[in-house]
């Protein structure tokens, strides 16, 4: 049986420029919070639809995602 874990992430980070200023930029390797593992696909969506609903993403796009175990 194929299982799924959910976790949040950031997809963006604060970078400093060589002028001082920061911008953002992708940051697909950022680290990872585990919210739950050993999930069903629909139990997995489910919990990534609520904790997307009830939080912000905020500036760094923070957002819960699930993937294949």
Same mark, same amino acid.
Request: some cysteine.
């Given at each position: &049986?194929?299982?799924?874990? %959910?976790? %949040?992430r950031? $997809? $963006?980070?604060? +970078?400093r420029?060589? +002028?001082?200023t920061r911008?953002? %930029?992708? +940051?697909?390797?950022?680290?990872?919070?585990? /919210?739950?593992?050993?999930?069903? *696909?629909?139990?997995?969506?489910? &919990?990534?639809?609520t904790?997307n /609903?009830?939080?912000?993403?905020?500036? /760094?796009?923070?957002?819960?995602?699930?993937?294949? *175990?």
């Amino acid at each position: &049986m194929i299982t799924y874990q %959910v976790f %949040v992430r950031n $997809w $963006w980070r604060r +970078d400093r420029c060589s +002028d001082g200023t920061r911008q953002l %930029v992708p +940051d697909p390797g950022a680290r990872k919070t585990f /919210l739950a593992r050993g999930l069903t *696909e629909g139990e997995a969506r489910l &919990m990534c639809h609520t904790y997307n /609903l009830a939080h912000e993403p905020g500036i /760094l796009s923070r957002k819960a995602e699930y993937t294949e *175990e």
